[in-house]
Structure formats: structure tokens, C-alpha cells
């Protein structure tokens, strides 16, 4: 006997599957990445047509049998189209680059309702806020606390910064932050300005309902997103990527 769901979700990705199908992976809210077939989805009446698509936000009710990897689609109606992120080239590339580190991250991992609702504020918030590659900053600085490594981004070691060198050091090992006049420089290190550290430090205290009110961006945006990447993929058995970004020449 197949169980019937009913969870909000958001496409991540569809293929063809044999004549007239396709096989749609939704991230949900309930119960983590689901692979379904949607049955007839090519023909012309069908009632899937046109709700499939990437980055559309769904509700969708699923027969779920957990002896079978591929479930089926019952019915799918969609909430929100996200239509600025698919008519902007500016934004668009951010928005996959989000649903890239979904797919990655929770391909294995229960579902978690909270994550799930973080991640449609991550994409609703890259459609107004004035530079969405600080959106896709602060989700790795998340994604890290979510994995469980999340950087100790408060004070130098030595408490106050006063007596702190202009360089720091982000500790690969434990998330930690030193300067060369207050710790011991081990060799998994990364280096920052201390101006990029005080601006992911007051980043990862933000409130993530919030994030579309900062205006400032920082210079070295794409560095310190990197250097994050970096830092989650230190602790990763899979290295975490962002190839949407590339799009962008990044
Ligand atoms: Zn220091």
C-alpha cells in the first residue's frame, strides 16, 4: 500500500522518461529530496504541464511506497513561479547556484521543515535584494553551522582585537579566529582582512527574514565566498560546488 503525502516543495529538476514522462526531483518539506514520476507529463492535457519546471514552488501530494526509489506524482499546483529569477540574467544564476548546494547536501539527509523554509527565503530574497551573491555568502556561512562546523567568527583569541594584526586567520579545524600577534598559526589556515572578518561576522548574526535590508556589499564578495567554500569543503567527504556561478564568469 502506497501512502499519500502532501508537502510543500520546490523543483530542483526534471528529465524525459520514456515516451510521454518525466521524472521530477522536489526538495520538500516533509520529507527531504523525493524523486517522483510524473506519469503523461509530455502530452498535451496534461494537468503537470508547465508545473514542473526548475525553481518553481510547489504543493505537491505524492504516493510514497518506501520499498520503491522512484515515487509518483498525484496532483501539483504551483504557489509561487519565482518569475524574477528566471527573467533576470543577473539573478537567475544565484538562484541555481542555491538549488545546487540543495541537491548536494540533502541528496542523503532527512527532511528538515526549518531548512526547507530557509532556503525559499534564500530564493525569494535573491529577487529584491540589490546584490544576490551576498545572499549565496550568507547561505554558506548557514550551511556551515547547519553541517555542525559553524565558524567561531566573535574575537581574536585573545579576546579584543585592539592589539590584533590587520590580517586574520580562519582555522580550517575548528572555525576559530587569530591573528599572528595572538595565537599560534597552524598551517590549516585561511587568511582574511580584519574588515572581512568584521563584515561576515556581522553577516552571520543576521537575521536571515531580514537579509533583503543590507545595502552594503563588500568589495572582495567573491573571495570571502570562496573562502567559505573552502572552509565547508575542509570538512566535507564530498567537496560541495557551485558550477551555476561560472555562469557568471566566477
Ligand atoms: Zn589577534
Redesign the pocket.
Known amino acids: 500500500m502506497a501512502d499519500s503525502i502532501r508537502t510543500k516543495a520546490i523543483v530542483l529538476n526534471s528529465i524525459r522518461w520514456q515516451d510521454s514522462s518525466k521524472i521530477v526531483s522536489l526538495f520538500t518539506e516533509n520529507a527531504g529530496i523525493v524523486k517522483v514520476i510524473a506519469r503523461g507529463a509530455f502530452r498535451s492535457n496534461s494537468p503537470f504541464a508547465g508545473k514542473l519546471e526548475s525553481m518553481l514552488i510547489v504543493e505537491a501530494i505524492i504516493l510514497v511506497k518506501e520499498s520503491r526509489s522512484l515515487q509518483i506524482l498525484k496532483e501539483i499546483e504551483v504557489t509561487d513561479t519565482l518569475s524574477r529569477i528566471k527573467s533576470d540574467m543577473n539573478i537567475y544564476p544565484y538562484g541555481f547556484a542555491i538549488l545546487e548546494i540543495v541537491s548536494q547536501l540533502f541528496n542523503d539527509h532527512p527532511a528538515d521543515p526549518v531548512f526547507y523554509n530557509f532556503i525559499v527565503t534564500m530564493l525569494e530574497s535573491i529577487q529584491k535584494i540589490k546584490n544576490p551573491a551576498v545572499v549565496i555568502l550568507y547561505l554558506l556561512l548557514k550551511v556551515a553551522s547547519y553541517l555542525g562546523f559553524k565558524p567561531n567568527l566573535q574575537?581574536?583569541?585573545?579576546g579584543e582585537?585592539q592589539?590584533?594584526?590587520q590580517s586574520?586567520f580562519l582555522s580550517l579545524d575548528d572555525g576559530s579566529?587569530?591573528?599572528?600577534?595572538?595565537?599560534i598559526i597552524g598551517s590549516n589556515i585561511l587568511k582574511l582582512k580584519r574588515e572581512e572578518f568584521y563584515y561576515l561576522k556581522n553577516l552571520q548574526n543576521w537575521n536571515h527574514r531580514r537579509i533583503t535590508d543590507i545595502i552594503n556589499d563588500h568589495p572582495n564578495l567573491d573571495n570571502l565566498t570562496q573562502l567559505m567554500l573552502n572552509y565547508i569543503n575542509f570538512h566535507l567527504e564530498h567537496e560541495l560546488r557551485m558550477s551555476a556561478l561560472h555562469m557568471l564568469g566566477k
Not at 574575537?155 to 585573545?158: R, V
Not at 579566529?177 to 595565537?183: D, Q
Open positions: 574575537t581574536c583569541q585573545s582585537m592589539n590584533c594584526d586574520v579566529i587569530f591573528c599572528k600577534n595572538c595565537g
